[in-house]
């Protein structure tokens, strides 16, 4: 999985910098182009940022890194979304305005308001896969989101706002004194989701730094971002229905998808690659969906999947399911 956007990297690498570190010993660490000059430059896969965060807690010696590197980032130097927190007149505002940007261009977490139109509570969810994968640097990302939605509100508003709890899904670790510190209400752990929860009326709080004129500039910036983000997931979108149209009998190429597109097939590798993705994610990820749906249902065997899917050989597509799901298909069902 690559991530086009991360805050959360960038905060590291920030971190790392104020702690004398350079940034091609960091990127040089991490497997990253050593003459980048910061994150946004490069497109992030999943182990990148893993690394990222190993290497804060080792090089550094630090355990709870996420909730360390929250503590030190300050929000005025978090460039648009936080010009554009401190522009809103309300926290509910702030909120609102960064949600929408934040839903299109941040792939590393997502995360849904209760209730939707004026929310107490923030649930936050990372990919299964990563959680699975590398539960260790899952733990430090959960725990610098919330910990930095805590912060934010407080820097907003200039008030110590605390929430009623903190829920996280992880388990308890043994030393609480900085979640204590942080959050100042019951922690959590060991719990069904990841939340935090605050009292009715809160995001009503103002903001002093309110600034009408900027606000509409930047309500104006961001309609751009979303729109050139929304464009390119037309783009991946309509790449992924046609290799489903051709997914039937054969394992379409590359080449077909080009030509139906009426491009090059080193066009289409750019525009995809531009996108963070390629066209063998993308066969990938329809052939999972596609055998996974056909397994569910009930109404045809492993071979008879395989054979829907192109694959001639059934020990391939055995393979295949597996790098996919991570189990054998014969078995998934149960």
């Known amino acids: 999985m690559k991530l086009k956007y991360n805050f959360y990297a960038q905060s590291l690498i920030g971190f790392l910098q104020k702690n004398s570190l350079h940034n091609n010993e960091i990127f040089s660490a991490v497997g990253l182009p050593v003459g980048a000059k910061n994150t946004l430059e490069i497109e992030l896969s999943t182990e990148h940022i893993h690394r990222l965060t190993m290497f804060v807690k080792n090089r550094l010696g630090i355990?709870?890194?996420?909730?360390?590197?929250?503590?030190?980032?300050?929000?005025q130097n978090t460039g648009f979304l936080g010009l554009c927190a401190l522009s809103c007149q309300t926290l509910k505002d702030a909120v609102f305005r960064i949600y929408r940007v934040h839903?299109?261009?941040n792939q590393l977490f997502t995360y849904k308001m209760l209730p939707p139109g004026n929310p107490t509570e923030f649930?936050?969810?990372?990919?299964?896969?990563?959680?699975?994968?590398?539960?260790?640097s899952a733990?430090?990302?959960?725990?610098?989101?919330?910990?930095?939605?805590?912060?934010?509100?407080?820097?907003?508003?200039?008030?110590?706002i605390t929430p009623q709890q903190i829920t996280f899904k992880h388990e308890k670790p043994v030393d609480l004194c900085l979640y204590?510190?942080?959050?100042?209400?019951?922690?959590?752990?060991?719990?069904?989701?990841?939340?935090?929860?605050?009292?009715?009326?809160?995001?009503?709080?103002?903001?002093?730094?309110?600034?009408?004129t900027l606000q509409k500039i930047l309500d104006e910036y961001s309609a751009r971002a979303i729109e050139k983000v929304s464009n390119e997931k037309k783009f991946v979108s309509e790449v992924k229905n046609l290799i489903i149209?051709?997914?039937?009998?054969?394992?379409p190429q590359e080449d077909e998808i080009a030509l139906q597109l009426?491009?090059?097939?080193?066009?289409?590798?750019?525009?995809?690659?531009?996108?963070?993705?390629?066209?063998?994610?993308?066969?990938?990820?329809?052939?999972?969906?596609?055998?996974?749906?056909?397994?569910?249902?009930?109404?045809?065997?492993?071979?008879?999947?395989?054979?829907l899917l192109g694959y001639s050989d059934v020990s391939n597509f055995y393979r295949a399911f597996k790098k996919w799901t991570g189990k054998n298909p014969r078995y998934f069902k149960e």
């Open 139 to 160: 733990r430090e990302i959960i725990e610098f989101v919330v910990a930095n939605g805590v912060l934010t509100s407080r820097k907003l508003t200039r008030r110590e």
């Open 63 to 75: 355990e709870h890194c996420g909730l360390k590197v929250s503590e030190y980032l300050e929000f």
């Open 123 to 136: 649930i936050y969810e990372l990919d299964k896969y990563w959680e699975i994968k590398y539960p260790e």
């Open 180 to 212: 204590e510190r942080i959050f100042k209400c019951p922690v959590y752990f060991g719990k069904e989701a990841n939340s935090a929860k605050y009292l009715p009326g809160v995001l009503n709080f103002e903001i002093p730094t309110y600034n009408p």
């Open 245 to 251: 149209q051709s997914c039937r009998y054969k394992i």
């Open 103 to 105: 839903k299109e261009i």
């Open 262 to 307: 009426k491009m090059s097939r080193r066009y289409l590798q750019k525009k995809l690659n531009a996108n963070g993705t390629s066209f063998k994610q993308l066969l990938a990820q329809v052939q999972k969906e596609m055998s996974v749906a056909y397994l569910e249902s009930g109404r045809v065997n492993v071979k008879e999947v395989a054979w």
